[in-house]
T-cell receptor, first 113, second 117 residues
């Protein structure tokens, strides 16, 4: 089965710090890489996504860095805030009739006040 | 923005009974809806993909006779857990893809917590 490996499993950051979450994939057919944020008891919400034709995408405090040759991508949260405390999932999608997403295992981020 | 609702948000049922979970796209039409299952502190596991008016496509290892999926309209898909057992207790999440939206973009519902006693 297609896999996306995510690390770390959990992350604790001080308020104002930078949170970095990494993902790696094997399937070169993946051509869409989103990040989702999930709060307890809620469904995931799309944060930011990138296509492999660019190496970086920034939206506010959130940045995706993408390394096609290494088959890795990461999420950077600048100026982390306690309200960012949540579980973050990376995912990857491949062209196909269903364009399903394969999710990473998740990272529980805690931002200390 | 695109909103997906699920009903109920929480349900407790006795072992052996069936439970139906509804997933609705409130302000858009969804050709495709996905059903996921999530265990505590775990990732989302895709159970099945359903397209309006056709049979759902189930992922390997998911019992189609146990998890009945119906996608009768462009705004509604239902998941029925038949003859539920305690091991079916989980957080079930649906997502929907808009007809005119970006190819991969999925909007997720808030999830349904199922507890089977």
């Amino acid at each position: 089965q297609q896999q996306v490996k995510q690390s770390p499993q959990s992350l604790i950051v001080q308020k104002g710090g930078i949170s970095i979450i990494n993902c790696a994939y094997e399937n070169t057919a993946f051509d869409y890489f989103p990040w989702y944020q999930q709060f307890p008891g809620k469904g995931p919400a799309l944060l930011i996504a990138i296509r492999p034709d660019v190496s970086e995408k920034k939206e506010g405090r959130f940045t995706i860095s993408f390394n096609k040759s290494a088959k890795q991508f990461s999420l950077h949260i600048m100026d982390s805030q306690p309200g960012d405390s949540a579980t973050y999932f990376c995912a990857a999608g491949a062209s196909g009739s269903a364009r399903q997403l394969t999710f990473g295992s998740g990272t529980q981020l805690t931002v200390l006040p | 923005g695109a909103v997906v609702s699920q009903h109920p948000s929480r349900v407790i049922c006795k072992s052996g009974t069936s439970v139906k979970i509804e997933c609705r796209s409130l302000d858009f039409q969804a050709t495709t809806m996905f059903w996921y299952r999530q265990f505590p502190k775990k990732s989302l596991m895709l159970m099945a993909t359903s397209n309006e008016g056709s049979k759902a496509t189930y992922e390997q290892g998911v019992e189609k006779d146990k998890f009945l999926i119906n996608h009768a309209s462009l705004t509604l898909s239902t998941l029925t857990v038949t003859s539920a057992h305690p091991e079916d207790s989980s957080f079930y999440i649906c997502s929907a893809r808009e007809i005119s939206g970006l190819p991969y973009e999925q909007y997720f519902g808030p999830g349904t917590r199922l507890t089977v006693t």
